[in-house]
């Protein structure tokens, strides 16, 4: 496969920049994977191909709002983006500037903190001269991380919005954006359908969005990403398997997620286990499913990882050609836009 085999035209104006008044306000393209018709539904439409003894699983990852800009001693700009704590007052994060930023350089955010960057790299540790009072400070001072293609400075409304109604585990530098789209209301008609609800996390990192420069898309490799899965979750997920039920994922975390834990079991010889885990799985046409029945995602940048895990689950060619027939029909793409329902 190569990279152009997941190209596609996007109108600049379909780029959803801010979120619709309401989560569920959203559209949402429903295709199916038996057969090639399409049916433009809303958001709130999703219960409805629900049944009894389902399982909808979300990813309750939180958003970190950890995009700071200072300054240097030169007086020029300086844009952080903190992707990890590792010890109190010390952080692995990314940095630009208009020139090059050397190691052990100052950055200066107000009077009262400042950090010092370490060696050069796409990543590179970033450190506080004092980490007293620091998370506090973060979050009043940070924005929101909403993507480059947004083309806008981080809002007061992007607080609320580029997060779930679920998040509760801080920890991720972009939103799980299929999950953006469920309001408490849709949760509870999810429930009232019969179907139950698992929770699981993955922090989305950096890496998930890194574009892929190898021409072919079987060289790329994917930065690892860890995730938690409980008890509880995996109770219901083996519930659900044994009663006959299907497992919706909302969102291609929750995908890489549930399929990582599989391979993982199979490969020790048991089955599915709670626990933290590590996975650079890259989902791409030709992989073979065994944990997802159903998926509910955003539309997706082209030449994308995330593209291409849709692709894998949909068919490449019936995929294009649903973004072919949802641009023509003005859909609203990318984090704060419009959704698909695969089944």
Not at 46 to 57: A, C, H, I, T
Not at 166 to 184: C, D, I, K, Q, Y
Not at 294 to 313: E, G, I, K, Q
Request: net charge negative.
């Amino acid at each position: 496969m190569k990279l152009d085999d997941f190209d596609y035209h996007l109108p600049r104006n379909l780029i959803a920049r801010y979120p619709p008044p309401n989560r569920e306000d959203a559209r949402m393209l429903h295709l199916s994977r038996e057969g090639d018709a399409l049916a433009h539904l809303q958001v709130i439409d999703l219960p409805r191909y629900l049944s009894p003894g389902d399982l909808v699983v979300i990813n309750d990852t939180k958003v970190n709002p950890w995009r700071i800009h200072g300054r240097r001693k030169s007086g020029g700009r300086v844009e952080i983006l903190l992707l990890k704590q590792l010890s109190p007052g010390k952080f692995r994060a990314m940095a630009h500037a208009n020139r090059p930023l050397p190691e052990g350089e100052t950055i200066v955010f107000d009077d009262a903190h400042r950090a010092t960057l370490g060696a050069q790299g796409l990543e590179r540790e970033l450190e506080f001269a004092s980490p007293d009072g620091l998370a506090e400070w973060l979050e009043s001072f940070g924005e929101m991380p909403i993507p480059p293609y947004l083309e806008r400075c981080a809002e007061e409304i992007d607080k609320e919005r580029y997060q779930t109604v679920f998040a509760r585990n801080p920890g991720a530098v972009a939103a799980p954006t299929a999950g953006l789209h469920l309001s408490e209301t849709i949760l509870e008609d999810i429930s009232a359908a019969g179907a139950r609800i698992a929770r699981l996390t993955l922090h989305v990192g950096a890496g998930t969005f890194r574009p892929v420069q190898a021409e072919n898309v079987e060289e790329h490799k994917m930065d690892a990403e860890s995730y938690i899965l409980t008890e509880e979750a995996v109770a219901s997920i083996q519930d659900t398997r044994a009663g006959g039920g299907r497992i919706l994922a909302v969102g291609t975390t929750v995908v890489r997620a549930l399929e990582a834990a599989y391979i993982e079991a199979a490969a020790r010889g048991r089955t599915l286990q709670a626990g933290e885990f590590s996975t650079r799985l890259f989902i791409r046409p030709g992989f073979r499913f065994q944990a997802v029945d159903m998926m509910l995602t955003n539309f997706h940048l082209p030449r994308s990882t995330l593209l291409m895990l849709v692709s894998a689950f949909a068919g490449r060619e019936k995929t294009l050609s649903a973004y072919a027939q949802a641009i023509e029909a003005g859909y609203r793409f990318y984090s704060y836009g419009d959704a698909m329902l695969i089944d």
